[in-house]
């Protein structure tokens, strides 16, 4: 989730942001840095980068299969209506 507080730092090919996610992902995420050597930078750069090659329809599928987002509302972001 992004907040008015989160910083980035942006290059011409890449930007760093602060995300803000669960202790448990956080912890699988650090399971598998340990595993791959990656940093976890990398890791969710990777799946930010994968998650929107995703045709939309699937994204939205993807972001709404936790029962944590509201379809609808996620729909109107997208088409620029107010919620």
Do not use: C, Y
């Not at 995420?29 to 929107?52: P, S």
């Amino acid at each position: 989730m992004e907040n008015q507080t989160s910083k980035s730092v942006e290059s011409e090919n890449r930007t760093v942001r602060q995300i803000e996610m669960t202790k448990h992902s956080l912890d699988q995420i650090r399971m598998f840095k340990e595993k791959t050597g990656m940093t976890q930078a990398r890791i969710v750069g990777q799946l930010v980068d994968w998650f929107m090659e995703l045709p939309f329809e699937v994204q939205i599928s993807l972001i709404t299969s936790q029962g944590k987002t509201n379809p609808e509302l996620v729909l109107r972001g997208v088409k620029g209506e107010k919620a």
